[in-house]
C-alpha cells in the first residue's frame, strides 16, 4: 500500500509539473494576443492558467513532501542529530501537519459538494464550465498530505528505530 502511494503521488506530481511548461506557454499566447495583437483576452485561457497554477501548487504540495522540498525553518533543525530531526519531523507531522489537513478535508466537503450539486461553472461568460472539478482538488489534497504525512512518519519511526 505505501508503495502504491508513493507511486501515486510521484505520477501526480510529474503530471502536474508539465502544467508549468502549458502555464507559461498559454500566458505567452494571452499577452500576446491582448498587447502585440489588441484581440481581446479569452477568457477560458486566463482561467486555464488559474487552473493549471492551483492543479500545480495543490497537487505540488504532496510532491514536495515526498522529496523533502518544503521549506523549513532551519535555524535550530540544522544542528539536530538525525535522531532530533527524525522527533522533529514526527513531532511535526502529528501536531501540525495531519491535524491541519484533516481539518481541510472536513471543512472542505460540503463547499465542494453543494459546488458539484449545481455543476458549477465559472461566473464569467466564455469561462470554463468545471469549477465544481476545481474545488474537488482542495479535499483530495489534503487526503494525499495526510497519507504521504503517515508515510513519512513510518520512515522517521524507521530510522529511530535502525539507530
Not at 114 to 138: D, F, H, M, N, Q
Amino acid at each position: 500500500m505505501k508503495v502504491l502511494l508513493e507511486s501515486v503521488v510521484e505520477w501526480t506530481g510529474k503530471c502536474v509539473s508539465w502544467l508549468l511548461l502549458l502555464m507559461a506557454i498559454v500566458t505567452v499566447i494571452v499577452v500576446t494576443r491582448r498587447y502585440i495583437f489588441h484581440a481581446g483576452g479569452e477568457i477560458y485561457l486566463q482561467e486555464s492558467v488559474i487552473y493549471m497554477h492551483a492543479l500545480v501548487f495543490m497537487f505540488g504540495l504532496s510532491y514536495s513532501m515526498k522529496h523533502d522540498g518544503h521549506v523549513r525553518v532551519d535555524l535550530f533543525y540544522s544542528r539536530f542529530s538525525p535522531r532530533g530531526k527524525a522527533l522533529v519531523d514526527i513531532a511535526g507531522h502529528l501536531l501540525f501537519l495531519i491535524p491541519t489537513s484533516l481539518v481541510i478535508a472536513i471543512f472542505s466537503w460540503e463547499y465542494v459538494v453543494a459546488s458539484w450539486k449545481v455543476y458549477e461553472g465559472s461566473r464569467e461568460v466564455g469561462g470554463i464550465p468545471g469549477v465544481y472539478l476545481l474545488k474537488t482538488v482542495i479535499p483530495i489534497t489534503a487526503i494525499l498530505l495526510v497519507l504521504q504525512s503517515l508515510i513519512d512518519i513510518s520512515r522517521r519511526i524507521a530510522d529511530l528505530r535502525n539507530k
